[in-house]
Nanobody
Framework: QVQLVESGGGLVQPGGSLRLSCAAS????????MGWYRQAPGKQREWIAS???????EYADSMKGRFTISRDNAKTTVYLQMNSLKSEDTAVYYC?????????WGQGIQVAVSS
């Protein structure tokens, strides 16, 4: 099984930055595509970004320019750098790992953007 643990969330002021981390237990981490999703209260879970095993990133259009996804295969960790945060970014953020048609999810971590 793949276990995913998110960290780095918390409270941040509008315009601030935050870096989320997702540590994976799988020793074959480098074979998984990784992604970040979020879910705000009363909203559906939405895709933020993903990164292929090769390191190639993809972003939702609304996230381009503010969020950056990266991975460190040696540390079996994927990161999400979030800049210029807005109150609308307040949500629970989830880490995702995918291989073939199988998806694994972390428990989620709260990010609150407020003054």
């Amino acid at each position: 099984q793949v276990q995913l643990v998110e960290s780095g969330g918390g409270l941040v002021q509008p315009g601030g930055s935050l870096r989320l981390s997702c540590a994976a237990s799988q020793r074959l981490f480098s074979l998984f595509a990784m992604g970040w999703y979020r879910q705000a209260p009363g909203k559906q879970r939405e895709w933020i970004a993903s990164i292929r095993p090769s390191g190639h990133p993809e972003y939702a259009d609304s996230m381009k320019g503010r969020f950056t996804i990266s991975r460190d295969n040696a540390k079996t960790t994927v990161y999400l750098q979030m800049n210029s945060l807005k109150s609308e970014d307040t949500a629970v953020y989830y880490c995702n790992a995918q291989r073939a048609d199988t998806n694994y999810w972390g428990q989620g971590i709260q990010v609150a953007v407020s003054s």
